[in-house]
């Protein structure tokens, strides 16, 4: 009898196991399954694509020419804007940078005017003992590009960008900008060097491309380059410390 007890007791407790197994499978089939893939393909849909990156033309960002014909220049520019860009020129005074620019055929040789003032310049230079040989004056389009082109391939399209202008962007193609001295930093520290800086604009010269404003000029320290500008105009820019762009307020 206690036996016949004891097997009833755990037939029953086997069946509510059973049936407690069942109910928890049922109730966990009923519950929504997780889908990765879908979940992956949702997050990939909802992403920031990345911004397009702004084109690097001649080791400097700048913006795309809108559908540009033919070939590029070193610029970025196609080569058909050097046809027709008009030159710029602020308060009366020529401007030429990596902003503005020159048309293709401007200018066959040295301005007589500026040549003048740096042949004085040479005389006043050697009474003071100092020799100031003229390097390097007017530059066409097409030897500025064949420079240039030299220039990167020895250094590279960023580095020769600090101290060569693309074709067209020339202070040399103007006539006006001469090259004196020694073509070398180190000609700063030499006493023809300081006599430059010191006496250039008595004759109607600044440097151009003075030391702290290579963030402006877009153009290394160069104490050799020169730009002719007149007595009055030069002596102006000297005397406030600025260069070029700042004195004429386009900073």
């Not at 503005?100 to 401007?106: E, K, N, Q, S, V």
């Not at 067209?168 to 004196?180: C, I, K, N, P, R």
């Not at 600044?206 to 404003?213: A, L, T």
Request: with cysteine; charged share 20%; hydrophobic share 35%.
């Amino acid at each position: 009898m206690k036996h016949s007890i004891r097997k009833g007791i755990l037939l029953s407790a086997l069946l509510g196991a059973f049936l407690l197994t069942s109910g928890c499978t049922a109730g966990m089939a009923q519950q929504p399954q997780e889908h990765p893939i879908a979940e992956q393909q949702k997050t990939e849909v909802e992403a920031t694509p990345e911004p397009t990156r702004t084109p690097e033309v001649g080791g400097k960002g700048i913006a795309a020419v809108e559908e540009p014909e033919g070939p590029l220049a070193p610029s970025g520019k196609s080569y058909e804007y050097y046809e027709t860009v008009e030159p710029t020129y602020v308060d009366g005074v020529l401007l030429v940078n990596k902003e503005y620019a020159l048309p293709r055929d401007y200018g066959n040789g040295e301005d007589a005017t500026a040549y003048q003032a740096l042949l004085k310049l040479q005389r006043a230079a050697r009474w003071a003992g100092y020799s100031m040989d003229l390097m390097s004056g007017y530059r066409s389009f097409e030897t500025q590009e064949e420079l240039y082109n030299d220039y990167v391939a020895v250094d590279g399209v960023e580095k020769a960008d600090t101290y060569s202008a693309w074709p067209g962007h020339s202070e040399h193609q103007t006539g006006l900008a001469f090259d004196v001295g020694w073509v070398d930093l180190q000609f700063a520290d030499t006493p023809a060097g300081r006599w430059l800086a010191n006496h250039a604009h008595e004759y109607g010269f600044i440097i151009r491309y003075p030391e702290g404003k290579e963030d402006i000029t877009g153009y290394q320290y160069e104490p050799w380059h020169i730009r002719y500008l007149g007595v009055d105009l030069a002596t102006k820019v000297h005397q406030s410390g600025l260069c070029l762009e700042e004195y004429l307020g386009l900073i």
